[in-house]
């Protein structure tokens, strides 16, 4: 069974720029978080997604927004770039929405580099 | 607002011997912990998980302990082997399964 897929794994953007990630969940895993990791900050979440609706949104400025797709792909965008928002951004599905164990299953993450 | 709190971010441990990881939240609203492992160029991994019914759960060399009143949580690894050498992240979330919230991570290191 195939795994959670992020693509880009790597990308360099300047400031102002905007940026798009995508994330393919497990086969049949119709929910997907996002979540966004730098040093000394841990994991902040970002939002998450079921059914292509957003369920629940973390602290974030606007210019961080996303969407579900029908087969359950999920993209993130952050628009009007900061040098703060490098990091490497995490997506994570699991098959039921709020699945109650908690048991996300985490991509490789997409490394965003500003400049 | 960080409510949930990994105050040491590295930890160094001999191999064989127990590695303890400690987690604190202030949130009184959690009843699910969840221990997360990372290892470089990863994404993390579910390790172990405790619902606050309990005070201890328990998988292999794994053991995460859970003192309510003082509102900590820690995960014990023995005996530690270098495989175990990654990032270990702390988690905590609503029963009604609402978003996992992270610490801010400890990274284990196992000197063989």
């Known amino acids: 069974k195939a795994g959670v897929t992020q693509t880009p794994r790597y990308l360099i953007k300047t400031r102002g720029q905007q940026v798009t990630l995508s994330c393919s969940p497990i086969?049949?895993?119709?929910?997907v978080s996002w979540y966004q990791q730098t040093p000394g900050q841990g994991l902040q979440f970002l939002f998450e997604y079921f059914s292509e609706t957003q369920r629940n949104k973390g602290n974030f400025p606007g210019r961080f927004s996303g969407r579900q797709f029908s087969n359950s792909r999920s993209e993130m965008n952050v628009s009007t770039l900061e040098l703060g928002d490098s990091a490497l951004y995490l997506c994570?599905?699991?098959?039921?929405?709020?699945?109650?164990?908690?048991?996300?299953?985490f991509g490789e993450g997409s490394r965003l580099t500003v400049l | 607002d960080q409510q949930v709190k990994q105050n040491s971010p590295s930890l160094s441990v001999q191999e064989g011997r127990i590695s303890i990881l400690n987690c604190d939240y202030t949130n009184s609203m959690f009843d699910y912990f969840l221990w997360y492992k990372k290892y470089p160029a990863e994404g993390p991994t579910f390790l172990i998980s405790i619902s606050s019914i309990k005070d201890k759960n328990e998988d292999g060399r794994f053991t995460v302990f859970l003192n309510k009143s003082a509102k900590h949580l820690s995960l014990h690894i023995v005996p530690s082997q270098p495989g175990d050498s990654a990032v270990y992240f702390c988690?905590?979330?609503?029963?009604?399964?609402?978003?996992?919230?992270f610490g801010t991570g400890t990274r284990l290191a196992v000197r063989p």
């Open positions: 086969s049949g895993h119709r929910s």
């Open positions: 994570a599905s699991s098959a039921l929405f709020r699945q109650n164990t908690g048991e996300l299953f």
């Open positions: 988690a905590a979330m609503k029963s009604s399964g609402d978003k996992l919230t």
